[in-house]
């Protein structure tokens, strides 16, 4: 289960994401992977948390990224090979 569920209720941004916990909190080296990992996704909701998700996380992750800074270009590259615009 993820930690995060789009927010509907947001009238400012539409489909926001709403941490269940302190992002600060969350376990990045075993999240960010499966958020980078699903930026290839084109259905809704799942592009939007995978987007959203992994731009936050990189926001807020500072040195915690670099533990899996690999399998985070491994899955951005992954992304890019798709050559779809909407990526």
């Given at each position: 289960m993820l930690p995060v569920v789009l927010d509907y209720r947001r009238k400012s941004k539409w489909n926001a994401l709403w941490w269940m916990v302190d992002?600060?909190?969350v376990d990045f080296e075993y999240y960010l992977p499966i958020f980078a990992d699903a930026l290839d996704e084109l259905d809704f909701p799942f592009d939007i948390l995978a987007r959203d998700g992994t731009i936050e996380m990189l926001h807020v992750a500072k040195d915690r990224v670099l533990n899996v800074l690999p399998e985070v270009?491994?899955?951005?590259?992954?992304?890019?090979r798709t050559e779809?615009?909407?990526i």
């Open positions: 992002i600060n909190k270009i491994c899955a951005l590259k992954k992304a890019l779809n615009p909407k």
